[in-house]
């Protein structure tokens, strides 16, 4: 029963609550003059997501913070001069697939995701490195001057991938780790549905940092569990302390407080009907209440069996669980089981058909799900080596899935290190014939040469995690038949197919045909430009795609006509005919598919008159 107030609506809890909706991370806690704690914002936060630059000033408030926290929010909003490139001929059944594999630093990709995917990836899981002193992890610094000094350094590959060997020795040890990850989590979190959850594997070493950071990115009422995982099947007699962890943990997360898990289904076969009561199925439950005489007073009085005349007194430190007017109601109803033995207790007929649902709650203790030896022995037998350290067993995702994630869904991993999710998503859609879909995203990590990897012939985790799942498809396909996708498509990470300027959505979508000015790279293929404008329209990446010759231009359809594209030279006024009579929602050309402004301005006129609802944009 809630207390009336007697006052007018707080309005600045309603407008902290708008901020939240937005920007959770800048909420803090903060006591009003009548010493109750509520809701505050932290204002220098949300001025660095409002700012371009690092906002100086610090007050003292309830917060996680370390050294270089200002600037990891920069580098989280901070927009990026990539693209994705298509690599085909590393993709299985290209044109049919829905799933993904992106090679590079996943928080460049994710940048590169937030249109095309804001609010639709139903589950994350993530196994990022464990900050145990011999991890790789990733330096963001986007700045254009550091990169002599990080390429010196060791921390910036021939790519450019931007990462380091974070020891011990390092003075920011756990800074920079927490600045990796706030960073990924705080841009993930725009990609999850309404209804959508992250998962993250993560150990004792950053448990404690991790679980404050997704408390302020995700919102403390939003955390749905953490789960305990028995990894080791053997105790550890290794340490000098000779105590042996066994366990991780995977920290839950969900997007909003629709994100709801299935939990584990009652076990039906409990429920009999030896009677034949024409209720059907029942279960014999217990009566017992939970608190003694003093607590509840009306929970203690005696059960009279109406046929015998037995009373039965409840126990003084529990009393019964029911009134004893609704106790009369069920003896009325023929609900109460009464015992043979005078000594006996009463019990309650259950029905099956009462039941408010049919599952109960899924246990935090994840056992049976497989040990981290079981997904070494996977990568052995599927590889023919131990071609990656540690990876998590696939009946452990698929447990985790089961939980969130619905045929048709997609889920993100982008620390996917040797695709054991990919692996898991194929399993369950041939469990099932669902048509669940996957993103896989990793950084082209190089294989240390002496390596059982390196010598089996991988040179990066990127090669280890595709064949994994060419494998892993094929042995499922071979075992069971199933008709799913067992295709990927490949896209790396690179440079922008533009020359010095970077069109964002917004600037792309306002900009007219005169605005424009052609500036693609010679060495980009239609494939890539078709692929940047995807992403900055919005479209997923898995769409369908065709390529059309008409009257010797190339011409390119995504999805139907939601999207057509030509980037060749002086298109004829027939093709542009032909695209506009196809009435696409958008339509793309460049600067020089037009001779001359006259030419331009007749394809808008075209347009207007065969398809005036069509946006025509022009690289």
Same mark, same amino acid.
């Given at each position: 029963m809630n207390q009336l107030t007697m006052k007018s609506t707080d309005l600045t809890q309603v407008n902290i609550g708008k901020i939240a909706e937005l920007f959770p991370n800048v909420i803090t806690e903060a006591r009003d003059e009548q010493g109750k704690i509520k809701r505050a914002i932290d204002f220098d936060l949300l001025k660095q997501e409002l700012s371009d630059g690092l906002v100086e000033g610090e007050k003292e408030r309830y917060q996680i913070t370390w050294t270089g926290k200002k600037e990891a929010v920069l580098n989280a909003n901070t927009p990026i001069?990539? $693209?994705?490139?298509?690599?085909?001929?590393?993709?299985?059944?290209?044109?049919?697939?829905?799933?993904?594999?992106?090679?590079?630093?996943?928080?460049?990709?994710?940048?590169?995701?937030?249109?095309?995917?804001?609010?639709?990836?139903?589950?994350?899981?993530?196994?990022?490195?464990?900050?145990?002193?011999?991890?790789?992890?990733?330096?963001?610094? #986007?700045?254009?001057?550091?990169?002599?000094?990080?390429?010196?350094?060791?921390?910036?590959?021939?790519?450019?991938?931007? #990462?380091?060997?974070?020891?011990?020795?390092?003075?920011?040890?756990?800074?920079?780790?927490?600045?990796?990850?706030?960073?990924?989590?705080?841009? @993930?979190?725009?990609?999850?549905?309404?209804?959508?959850?992250? +998962?993250?594997?993560?150990?004792?070493?950053?448990?404690?940092?991790?679980?404050k950071i997704m408390s302020e990115v995700f919102g403390e009422e939003n955390h749905i569990i953490t789960f305990i995982w028995h990894r080791r099947q053997n105790a550890d007699s290794r340490n000098i302390t000779n105590a042996s962890t066994d366990h991780e943990y995977i920290i839950v997360y969900g997007r909003s407080e629709q994100s709801i898990f299935r939990g584990k289904e009652i076990d039906k076969s409990k429920y009999q009907n030896p009677d034949n009561d024409p209720r059907g199925p029942w279960a014999s439950i217990d009566l017992s209440g939970l608190a003694d005489k003093n607590a509840r007073p009306n929970l203690h009085y005696d059960i009279v069996d109406p046929k015998t005349g037995i009373a039965y007194p409840p126990n003084p430190s529990r009393g019964w669980s029911k009134s004893k007017e609704t106790m009369l109601k069920l003896i009325e109803n023929n609900e109460i089981l009464f015992p043979k033995n005078p000594t006996g207790r009463p019990r309650q007929k259950k029905f099956i058909k009462d039941l408010n649902k049919t599952n109960?709650? #899924?246990?935090?203790?994840?056992?049976?799900?497989?040990? =981290? =030896?079981?997904?070494?022995?996977?990568?052995?037998?599927?590889?023919?080596?131990?071609? +990656?350290?540690?990876?998590?067993? $696939?009946?452990?995702?698929?447990?985790?899935m089961n939980q969130i994630l619905s045929p048709g869904e997609i889920v993100l991993d982008f620390f996917s290190g040797s695709a054991t999710t990919a692996h898991s998503v194929i399993h369950l859609n041939a469990e099932d014939g669902g048509n669940r879909k996957f993103i896989m995203v990793q950084l082209p990590e190089k294989i240390d040469e002496k390596s059982d990897a390196y010598i089996q012939g991988?040179?990066?985790?990127?090669?280890?995690? /595709?064949?994994?799942?060419?494998? @892993?498809? /094929?042995?499922?396909?071979?075992?069971?038949? @199933?008709?799913?996708?067992?295709? &990927?498509?490949?896209?790396?990470?690179?440079?922008?197919?533009?020359?010095?300027? &970077?069109?964002?959505?917004?600037?792309?979508?306002?900009?007219?045909?005169?605005?424009?000015?052609?500036?693609?790279?010679?060495?980009?293929?239609?494939?890539?430009?078709?692929?940047?404008?995807?992403?900055?329209?919005?479209?997923?990446?898995?769409?369908?795609?065709? $390529?059309?010759?008409?009257?010797?231009?190339?011409?390119?359809?995504?999805?139907?006509?939601?999207?057509?594209?030509?980037?060749?030279?002086d298109v004829y006024e027939s093709v542009i005919r032909i695209i506009a009579e196809d009435q696409p929602l958008r339509v793309v050309f460049r600067d020089s598919s037009f001779r001359d402004d006259s030419a331009r301005i007749n394809v808008e006129e075209m347009f207007k008159l065969l398809s005036p609802s069509t946006e025509i944009q022009v690289l």
């Open positions: 001069d990539k $693209t994705l490139i298509p690599v085909m001929e590393e993709s299985v059944d290209w044109g049919n697939t829905q799933n993904l594999y992106i090679e590079g630093d996943n928080l460049e990709v994710l940048k590169l995701l937030q249109e095309s995917y804001l609010n639709k990836v139903k589950m994350i899981y993530i196994d990022p490195p464990y900050n145990t002193g011999n991890d790789f992890i990733y330096k963001d610094d #986007f700045r254009e001057t550091m990169n002599a000094y990080l390429e010196e350094s060791g921390q910036i590959d021939m790519e450019g991938n931007r #990462f380091f060997h974070n020891s011990l020795a390092n003075g920011r040890f756990h800074s920079d780790w927490c600045s990796m990850m706030y960073s990924r989590l705080k841009i @993930a979190r725009n990609l999850l549905k309404e209804n959508g959850a992250i +998962f993250v594997s993560i150990d004792d070493h950053e448990y404690d940092n991790l679980k109960t709650g #899924f246990s935090s203790i994840l056992e049976d799900v497989g040990y =981290t =030896t079981g997904g070494t022995r996977e990568i052995l037998d599927l590889l023919e080596g131990k071609a +990656f350290p540690f990876p998590k067993p $696939t009946r452990l995702i698929t447990k985790l991988y040179k990066t985790i990127c090669e280890i995690g /595709k064949e994994r799942i060419r494998r @892993a498809a /094929k042995k499922i396909k071979e075992e069971t038949g @199933a008709d799913i996708d067992y295709g &990927f498509r490949v896209y790396r990470v690179d440079s922008s197919n533009m020359k010095d300027i &970077f069109y964002t959505p917004e600037n792309l979508g306002q900009m007219n045909l005169d605005d424009m000015v052609s500036n693609i790279k010679e060495d980009r293929s239609g494939e890539d430009l078709l692929t940047q404008v995807m992403l900055e329209c919005g479209l997923e990446l898995s769409l369908p795609m065709e $390529t059309k010759e008409v009257e010797g231009k190339t011409v390119h359809y995504v999805a139907g006509n939601s999207l057509i594209a030509c980037f060749d030279d």
